[in-house]
């Protein structure tokens, strides 16, 4: 948790050339204006401006300037980039010419929940997350195909498991940046890999999400892979999923938080699921679509794991994927959590049954099953705007 005057220091003493300022566009990709470490001083006081009308989802070009101010506590060494001119990179809060908030600023959205928990509500979420991603080989020209790097399986070893290097240096990369992963393994799918994260709060967890992805493709890159997050690589196997740990730090909430987010389960799924391919991954493999929950069972969107902890508050929402915004989805499961909590909401009795099982469902109420009808389901909610805030 670094102030301004040690970056500024830090830099100097360490030798650091360049400095990534590290922004999202709506769609939680991340962006960013490189600046030489001598202008960093001069960031820090006065901002660096960028071009909005270039960000999908930000501004028109008849008024697109917008400023990017680094966050100091966020500062990372990227450790792939020379020892001699370091690179370091910080996430920026983003705002208009006269100061104000960017209202579009993910981040800043994301913050302004937090807030919202802690002062009104008196209780704070933490958030986990378990990533999955495929490796697939590359062409003669470098370019990606659809061919796994391997066709383990689930939880496999090497030699079957090719991945295995992979991970502990994408492990080892994160160590490096100050993040702390908690587990990894193989996945189902051929190439299939998973690698989950330790508990943290809401801005941490999702600021980790973003970065995870970025060393994953640099260092399946550096192998001579690529790495693909989205929800349905390969028809006929496994798609890969973003599964959500939700907490809360008053565990007597749990019931009311999970009531909210079923509430609301069908207004979240644009932004959980926001590509045409998320539609292809729900339903099958563990991918559920019922809006329903349940003890350890992995057929509902939402899961109750076993614990051995009387007082824990974890759920696990299973229906996301990695083409999320991390920061919006977060914004959106605090306020619908928060929703639970103030009308003191109830769920419905937890399900027992195996939801993936043909005839097993009944008349319960599932998520949306096209982008076009999540979309229209999330335009007309007032939850969302509320929320959002734009």
Not at 94 to 100: E, N
Not at 179 to 204: C, K, M, V, Y
Not at 260 to 267: C, D, P, S, Y
Not at 326 to 354: M, R, S, W
Request: net charge negative; with cysteine; glycine share 6%.
């Amino acid at each position: 948790m670094y102030t301004v005057e040690e970056v500024l220091e830090y830099v100097q003493e360490e030798d650091v050339k360049f400095v990534r300022l590290a922004f999202f566009d709506l769609r939680g990709v991340q962006k960013n204006i490189s600046i030489m470490a001598g202008q960093l001083k001069s960031a820090f006081e006065n901002g660096v401006s960028f071009d909005a009308s270039a960000i999908y989802g930000f501004e028109t070009a008849e008024k697109s300037d917008l400023f990017l101010h680094p966050d100091p506590t966020t500062v990372a060494i990227l450790p792939w980039r020379p020892n001699t001119g370091k690179v370091v990179r910080m996430f920026c809060t983003i705002s208009y010419p006269d100061g104000s908030p960017y209202k579009k600023d993910c981040r800043k959205i994301l913050s302004n929940a937090v807030k919202k928990a802690r002062e009104e509500f008196g209780v704070e979420f933490s958030f986990g997350t378990e990533i999955e991603f495929y490796l697939f080989k590359l062409d003669e020209n470098g370019e990606p195909t659809k061919i796994p790097f391997d066709r383990a399986g689930y939880m496999d070893i090497a030699p079957e498991d090719k991945g295995e290097n992979i991970r502990r240096e994408i492990c080892f990369t994160l160590e490096q940046m100050g993040i702390q992963p908690e587990a990894s393994h193989h996945e189902e799918g051929s190439g299939q890999n998973e690698i989950d994260f330790h508990h943290a709060d809401a801005l941490t967890a999702a600021d980790n999400a973003t970065t995870f992805k970025w060393i994953v493709r640099t260092r399946a890159a550096s192998a001579g892979l690529y790495a693909d997050f989205s929800p349905k690589p390969l028809a006929n196997q496994a798609g890969s999923g973003f599964h959500i740990n939700i907490s809360c730090t008053d565990a007597s909430k749990r019931r009311n938080m999970l009531a909210g987010i079923l509430k609301h389960a069908k207004e979240l799924t644009y932004y959980m699921n926001c590509t045409e391919n998320s539609y292809d991954r729900l339903g099958s493999c563990k991918a559920p679509v019922h809006i329903a929950w349940g003890y350890e069972n992995r057929s509902t969107f939402i899961r109750v794991p076993a614990t051995r902890h009387d007082d824990a508050s974890r759920i696990e929402i299973r229906t996301p994927d990695s083409e999320c915004n991390p920061y919006l989805v977060f914004t959106l499961l605090i306020h619908a959590a928060l929703d639970g909590i103030k009308n003191k909401l109830e769920p419905p009795v937890p399900v027992e049954k195996n939801l993936f099982e043909k005839a097993a469902d009944g008349n319960m109420e599932t998520l949306p099953d096209t982008l076009d009808s999540a979309r229209e389901i999330a335009e007309s909610s007032q939850f969302v705007k509320e929320a959002l805030g734009f």
